[in-house]
């Protein structure tokens, strides 16, 4: 987290928003794209199963 909180702060904001904003956008994306790996993984892994 602290690597993303550093990249966050390195990251040029060509958009203009509020810093915070834009973290808590990026934590979302982060979020979603997590839970839709984790989706897909328990999927495979219980098509392997059968």
């Given at each position: 987290?602290?690597?993303?909180g550093l990249?966050?702060?390195?990251?040029?904001?060509?958009?203009?928003?509020?810093?915070a904003?834009?973290?808590?956008?990026?934590v979302?994306?982060?979020?979603?794209t997590?839970?839709?790996?984790?989706?897909?993984?328990?999927v495979?892994?219980r098509?392997?199963?059968?």
């Amino acid at each position: 987290m602290v690597v993303l909180g550093l990249l966050a702060d390195v990251a040029p904001d060509p958009t203009g928003v509020d810093p915070a904003e834009n973290t808590a956008l990026g934590v979302t994306l982060l979020v979603v794209t997590a839970l839709a790996v984790l989706t897909v993984a328990v999927v495979l892994i219980r098509r392997r199963r059968r």
